[in-house]
């Protein structure tokens, strides 16, 4: 009895982290994926609202940037904050639909379709949820009359360059492009936060939760669609 149930459950993980099937390694990495993102914003949410050490630690971050602002680094950072701002992403996102759509890679199509607005209503409805104020300062770089927390910017960055990565990596076979892909696409989300942080729009905790915000939905997203893919691909053989 003992072995029958040892033996199911070998061929249980042996399933989970097979490369091939609707449950498999795929739906393992993401899940994995979503409980470590999640934890981490859940971790961040309750010390920014709880006031615990990284608000002290948000507030002095965010002066010395102000104090230590400065030309042209001002002025790039500020054109890094436009480029992704709402039309901005839009004009990326149309882009690369685009090229979806001319490749017939349909599910990554889907998946852009489906991540990138409902990620942005997802950041829309935990800023109301948690209210928080934004950075204020004597002579602001930048006014902003939404809430703070989680940053906008960071997460829909995350998100569309997070998809994008995961699609390089997955459709290019050579290994230096996919890391060239990885390492490009996680610095553009790295540099997003940094201007957001640099012209005092959100504090550091915001730009963190951002991300992780997004890598918990990207992960939900791109599973959901990759499972319905091989589940679909299935039943067609």
């Given at each position: ?13 042996e ?35 709880g ?14 940037f ?31 639909g ?17 991540a ?13 949820y ?11 770089l ?55 942080v640099?012209l ?8 963190l ?29």
């Amino acid at each position: 009895m003992e072995h029958q149930i040892f033996n199911k459950f070998v061929r249980f993980i042996e399933a989970r982290l097979s490369p091939g099937g609707e449950f498999g390694l795929h739906l393992t990495l993401g899940l994995a994926l979503l409980l470590v993102s999640g934890a981490i914003f859940g971790d961040l949410a309750e010390d920014v609202m709880g006031k615990e050490a990284i608000t002290v630690l948000d507030l002095q971050v965010a002066h010395w940037f102000h104090a230590h602002a400065f030309e042209p680094l001002t002025s790039f950072m500020l054109a890094v904050s436009w480029l992704h701002t709402g039309f901005g992403m839009a004009v990326m996102v149309a882009a690369l639909g685009w090229h979806f759509w001319r490749v017939k890679a349909r599910y990554w199509l889907l998946a852009l379709l489906v991540a990138v607005p409902t990620g942005a209503a997802l950041n829309v409805a935990l800023k109301y949820y948690f209210q928080r104020t934004r950075p204020v300062f004597d002579e602001p770089l930048v006014t902003l009359a939404t809430y703070s927390f989680p940053s906008g910017h960071a997460a829909a960055s995350t998100v569309f360059y997070g998809l994008l990565a995961s699609y390089l990596v997955i459709a290019r076979p050579h290994w230096h492009v996919r890391l060239g892909t990885a390492v490009g696409c996680s610095l553009m989300v790295l540099l997003v936060a940094f201007s957001r942080v640099y012209l005092g729009a959100h504090f550091m905790s915001d730009v963190l939760a951002g991300m992780a915000e997004s890598v918990a939905w990207l992960a939900i997203c791109i599973t959901a669609i990759s499972t319905l893919r091989r589940r679909r691909e299935g039943r067609t053989v």
